[in-house]
């Protein structure tokens, strides 16, 4: 089935010179609810009773949901203003399914039918749902106006208009109201407080023992012994206060790098803290989806926070055109985690300007053959920083050890955030070890093996037809889009395989999975297990 944005070809009864009433679509959802669900949902609704998407004037909500991404995404595809109601006003439309566990959640009987109905006159299709969305149509006659509600009395709405191709350059606002981002920005741009969790993470699809983990993205059989040892010897010392300038120099050193432009954290978790706590941003901007623990940091300093969103139809590529002009600090992963997505470095210099800050995740460079496209290095781009972990390859989530690689400046800024001693002597002592130039020479063979594997687990995917690959893939994971993935990856669960929801990353949904790279006998055996799930789960 087409989705409501690619229906409703022909002249008649479009918005220009069709159905003079035309059709109100109401939408109820749940948190995070994506925009393919959405649309999916409207075009089966429309489908069942014979009606299209071009007879659709107005999508109808109430108001707490008119920030909601994927509802505000899907008026945007199918070129329709987004109308919120206030409860007072939907709690008084008389509906024919009414649900009382719905009433005491939003204080509506049924959203998706009130807002359908509030200012139309015939329900032409009874709510129906989806996982985590409901949809009602109704009808409203000619010559009624958008807020003449049953009783004649108008309640107090709100409309989010989206950018036409009258009106292409519609500013982007500063987020300050919730309703400005739904309100100027296009579809794959938007700011939303509610939505996916942020903080959830793949180590969490791993509990509960047993299972081969295709959920985390860290390196299988490691750390190795020599770095194990190296990090135990170190004990002896822990009487002693950590001395970070060896590892730091090191550090320095493996880039080519005066010491002043390195700053060592706890991981690359905590140099996303220190930057929203210690970067002065007005306009914080992430490019998505991507790890989301950069916006969930910014969120939890105080900021408000506007998303990027690059689109699977794109191949996840960024335009940096996207990015808005005023924004002082910008978020991107390279390559992203979880697309896989390797950026060109020459279109992520364009990011770069005076007074703005650009921090790049490179997070999994290492594991990139050459680590091509890396800007770690870089000195003549303002307002560059650069992070680096040293958990994926080495296997040291554990410990906690990355780093940061900026402008001297920045790096004192950074610092003055941190906590006394804030990497552990152990830490330190892997970091150390880490970027001498035998473990740089393993892990770049690591790097060309999981692009050997890499590439057979593409091949056995590519064999069920069912299932998209976003791509190409150049990182230690790959994603995939299928239907009833949740149910797919529940079995896989059940056959002892840990797959990555991808519904928590913003501007994915239910229907993504991450999987990480894992040897061949490894992915072999997921292969069989992928196969019998999606047997199990026909689309």
Not at 313 to 318: K, P
Not at 410 to 439: D, G, N
Request: contains cysteine; neutral net charge.
């Amino acid at each position: 089935m087409t989705t409501p944005a690619a229906s409703g070809t022909g002249t008649s009864g479009g918005r220009a010179g069709g159905s003079p009433g035309g059709l109100v679509v109401g939408v109820g959802s749940r948190r995070g609810v994506a925009c393919e669900e959405v649309l999916g949902l409207i075009g089966q609704a429309l489908e069942a009773a014979g009606l299209r998407a071009a007879d659709v004037v107005e999508l109808a909500t109430v108001d707490a949901k008119t920030t909601e991404p994927g509802i505000v995404a899907a008026a945007a595809r199918l070129g329709v203003p987004l109308r919120g109601r206030t409860v007072a006003a939907l709690a008084g439309v008389r509906v024919p399914g009414p649900s009382g566990q719905v009433a005491e959640v939003t204080g509506t009987p049924s959203v998706a039918e009130a807002a359908a109905l509030y200012a139309a006159d015939e329900l032409l299709v009874p709510k129906i749902r989806s996982a985590r969305a409901t949809c009602a149509v109704a009808r409203r006659r000619p010559g009624r106006t958008a807020d003449a509600a049953d009783t004649g009395v108008a309640a107090p709405t709100t409309v989010f208009s989206h950018p036409t191709a009258s009106d292409p350059a519609a500013p982007v606002t500063d987020g300050a109201a919730p309703s400005t981002m739904a309100a100027m920005t296009p579809p794959t741009q938007y700011a939303e407080s509610a939505g996916p969790d942020l903080r959830h993470h793949g180590d969490a699809e791993v509990r509960g023992g047993g299972l081969t983990d295709l959920a985390v993205n860290v390196r299988t059989g490691t750390p190795p012994h020599w770095l194990r040892e190296r990090i135990a010897c170190s004990l002896g010392s822990l009487a002693a206060y950590p001395d970070g300038g060896p590892a730091r120099a090191a550090v320095a050193a493996r880039h080519g790098l005066p010491v002043e432009r390195v700053l060592l954290t706890a991981g690359a978790a905590e140099a996303f803290v220190l930057i929203a706590r210690a970067i002065p941003a007005r306009r914080p901007v992430v490019v998505h989806p991507q790890f989301t623990e950069p916006e969930a940091a910014l969120r939890a300093a105080g900021h408000t926070v506007d998303r990027v969103v690059l689109r699977a139809e794109d191949g996840f590529r960024l335009v940096p055109a996207m990015v808005p002009e005023e924004a002082d600090l910008v978020v991107i992963g390279n390559p992203t985690n979880p697309t896989s997505v390797l950026h060109p470095a020459a279109v992520l210099e364009k990011l770069a300007r005076p007074g703005r800050t650009l921090v790049v995740d490179e997070a999994f460079m290492d594991a990139v053959p050459g680590e091509r496209e890396a800007l770690c290095g870089r000195t003549d781009l303002p307002g560059l920083v650069v992070l680096r972990s040293l958990t994926k390859t080495w296997g040291l989530a554990g410990l906690r050890i990355g780093y940061v690689l900026a402008g001297p400046e920045t790096v004192a800024l950074l610092a003055e955030a941190q906590p006394l001693w804030p990497v552990s002597t152990p830490a330190l002592a892997a970091a150390e070890a880490c970027v001498e130039p035998f473990a740089l020479a393993e892990a770049a063979c690591a790097a060309e093996r999981i692009a050997v594997d890499r590439a057979h687990l593409l091949a056995g995917v590519a064999e069920f037809d069912e299932i998209e690959v976003a791509g190409p893939a150049e990182g230690p994971f790959v994603l995939i889009r299928l239907e009833r993935a949740a149910e797919v990856r529940g079995t896989l669960r059940a056959l002892g395989f840990a797959a990555r929801r991808g519904d928590t990353f913003p501007g994915l949904g239910p229907q993504w999975l991450r999987l990480a790279v894992r040897d061949r006998v490894t992915t072999n055996r997921f292969l069989q297990a992928l196969d019998l799930a999606l047997q199990a789960h026909p689309a």
